[in-house]
């Protein structure tokens, strides 16, 4: 079975600097995507930024990128010049093939300083 | 122009009694989920609902089960309510044909009292 893990229970960034949040999952499948989202306050569940396993290219989304490495099944969420605004849960994603479910992460709760 | 729309948004209920939630999505999407967030903010899949299949997370009680009138609408219905059942519950809809990212709802929290 699949699993998402996300080691950092809460991290901790100043305000226009750059953060790293860690995923790894664990997977017998070689094609399938990964996904972080943002969960603000607000409990609205937002997409960040998704990658594709086939494809070699780290996706990047604005100051949102990833550092995705295959082999060690592991998959990063950096964010640049943090804002305040980027203070929430932010959840990492494994997307199944068979009913196309998602698998998530803990959560990290990033914290930005002002 | 809400594309992933739940109503209620809050419910409060007395354990013992049976309780729907509904979801609409308004994006063409061809399957639907539900979905459990604990008091840990722990998410966890229950349903995957498309025209063809309904996939079951084994671990859901029975109590638990989704109605889909139409592709574009899929409701939750909980019987017997326990105190562990609360949580917040989110519905989201996809695109088979294309795995980009998923919709969610807003989310329904669920008290049981």
């Known amino acids: 079975a699949q699993t998402v893990t996300q080691s950092q229970p809460e991290m901790s960034v100043q305000e226009a600097e750059t953060v790293t949040l860690s995923c790894t999952y664990d997977?017998?499948?070689?094609?399938?995507?990964l996904f972080w989202y943002k969960q603000p306050p607000s409990r609205q569940m937002i997409l960040v930024i998704r990658?594709?396993?086939?494809?070699?290219q780290n996706a990047t989304e604005n100051r949102f990128s990833v550092n995705f490495q295959k082999a060690a099944k592991s998959f990063s969420l950096k964010i640049s010049d943090s804002q305040l605004g980027d203070a929430a849960m932010y959840f990492c994603?494994?997307?199944?093939?068979?009913?196309?479910?998602?698998?998530f992460g803990g959560g990290t709760r990033l914290m930005v300083k002002p | 122009d809400t594309a992933v729309s739940q109503t209620p948004k809050y419910l409060v209920t007395q354990m013992g009694n049976d309780k729907s939630i509904k979801c609409e999505q308004n994006?063409?999407?061809?399957?639907m989920y539900w979905y459990k967030q604990d008091s840990k903010k722990f998410l966890k899949i229950m349903f995957s609902?498309?025209?063809?299949?309904?996939?079951i997370n084994e671990t859901v009680p029975n109590r638990f089960s989704p109605k889909s009138p139409d592709k574009a609408h899929l409701n939750l219905h909980i019987n017997s309510l326990e105190l562990g059942d609360s949580a917040v519950y989110f519905c989201?809809?996809?695109?088979?044909?294309?795995?980009?990212?998923?919709?969610f709802g807003s989310g329904t929290r669920l008290t049981v009292v």
């Open positions: 609902y498309n025209n063809k299949e309904l996939i």
């Open positions: 994603a494994y997307r199944h093939n068979a009913g196309n479910m998602l698998t």
């Open positions: 997977t017998s499948e070689s094609d399938y995507y």
């Open positions: 994006l063409g999407h061809d399957t």
């Open positions: 990658q594709e396993a086939y494809k070699q």
């Open positions: 989201a809809s996809s695109s088979g044909r294309a795995p980009t990212g998923y919709t």
